[in-house]
């Protein structure tokens, strides 16, 4: 049964190239302190005001207009678009509040605002997450896995810096705008915290296997090797285990994230330090298919080595879905004749993820807590947001997984 090289610097700076404003200068950084239950008259962001820098400052939280929505942040996740931009502002956006991964509570929102994206009521107390902005289709049943998905995007966490402030989840409050801004957020208040924390990585991956399955290869009986297993990699063998797929083959170096990918769902694993050469590991990735080539490959690492290694694990006329690469990490060097053309490889790039996609996560989420997959132990750190620098410097260390910043 069927389960049916974009550079993104040149596209956020397109996106945000009519985008001005550099606010007021900042206030103390101090905690934002009000009487329980009521919204205090400021609040602090983590502006990153210099490469590998964050400060707390505080500002007055701005008037709500009559479509907007006031969010008291709970928690976000550390993005490697995060990580990239804080140590070389690729993207000219100093200064800037981060944080795309994040979630929180409604504590006021204006008059017009009455459901979310997907026609789902909202009101104060709900808990919601953001997401890519599609203002050329707003509705989301229009969305299908060939349309734009980041066309003409306004991203909080990579809006730079005006007068509002509160652009990006890495801050106490977030305002989300409405109107013809042309936000897009989505009520979960179905979801735990880690589960929303986790929402938009996995909606990258849900796109992934989107695409991958319209090759017409990827089913139930398929023998599937996902290649690099940092936080994308294991959330893309979980939706493949959730999906039925049980023939996971899971390559990496690093032993602790192979032991954790046979937690979410990888059948076998092969640790490519312990082979010589790319012949000696596709061998590898062979003996644990017993004797077989992959029918399908996620290629997941962002290293342009292991893109050009990857072709030599997938059987003929198997399948290949590339994903690893959200910037430019360099150029992949292939053989056109043996890889592709006399294998007839089925080859599918993806890259972010649509509207439908997202709504698709939060399904996966609650299947996956449903057949006891550890998603939460995908965090292996949390710090406060008096901590954002070091959750940065973690994340740029790999010395975990997915690292959050969670609000008191």
């Not at 956020?12 to 239950?37: C, D, E, Y």
């Not at 991203?155 to 652009?167: E, H, Q, S, T």
């Not at 109107?179 to 880690?194: A, I, K, P, Q």
């Not at 959200?326 to 993820?353: M, Q, R």
Request: charged share 20%.
């Amino acid at each position: 049964m069927d389960m049916n090289n974009v550079n993104i610097e040149e596209i956020v700076k397109q996106v945000l190239s009519n985008m001005t404003g550099k606010g007021a200068a900042p206030a103390a950084a101090a905690p934002a302190a009000a009487p329980a239950g009521q919204i205090p008259k400021t609040a602090r962001v983590a502006m990153m005001t210099e490469k590998k820098h964050f400060e707390l400052q505080e500002y007055p939280i701005p008037p709500l207009g009559d479509d907007d929505i006031l969010v008291k942040v709970e928690g976000c996740g550390v993005c490697g678009t995060d990580a990239h931009e804080y140590k070389n502002d690729p993207f000219g956006l100093i200064p800037v509040v981060l944080g795309h991964e994040g979630t929180g509570e409604i504590v006021a929102m204006g008059k017009n605002v009455k459901v979310d994206t997907a026609g789902k009521p909202v009101q104060v107390g709900d808990k919601i997450v953001t997401c890519m902005i599609f203002k050329d289709d707003p509705e989301i049943t229009m969305f299908d896995l060939n349309k734009k998905n980041v066309g003409g995007a306004d991203v909080y966490g990579l809006l730079p810096d005006d007068d509002v402030k509160f652009n990006g989840w890495f801050a106490d409050y977030i305002l989300v705008r409405g109107g013809n801004f042309g936000s897009t957020f989505f009520n979960v208040s179905d979801l735990d915290l880690d589960s929303r924390i986790l929402i938009e990585p996995c909606a990258v991956l849900i796109h992934a296997v989107e695409r991958a399955k319209t090759t017409g290869i990827l089913k139930f009986n398929s023998r599937v090797v996902v290649q690099g297993c940092g936080p994308i990699g294991l959330i893309c063998i979980a939706i493949l285990r959730t999906m039925g797929v049980e023939n996971i083959c899971a390559v990496d170096g690093n032993e602790n994230r192979l032991n954790f990918a046979k937690k979410m769902g990888a059948s076998v694993t092969v640790n490519f330090a312990d082979f010589q050469g790319i012949e000696a590991l596709a061998g590898g990735v062979k003996d644990a298919f017993g004797g077989h080539l992959a029918d399908f490959a996620f290629q997941c690492t962002g290293n342009p080595k292991a893109h050009a290694n990857i072709y030599k694990f997938i059987r003929n006329g198997g399948g290949l879905c590339e994903l690893g690469f959200f910037i430019n990490g360099g150029d992949a060097t292939i053989n056109p004749h043996f890889d592709l053309c006399s294998k007839e490889i089925n080859l599918v790039g993806s890259w972010v993820y649509t509207l439908r996609d997202y709504a698709t996560t939060f399904d996966f989420l609650k299947r996956a807590k449903g057949i006891g997959l550890p998603m939460s132990d995908l965090i292996t750190h949390r710090f406060p947001l008096e901590q954002i620098n070091e959750a940065l410097e973690t994340n740029l260390a790999m010395t975990g997984l997915k690292i959050a910043v969670i609000n008191k």
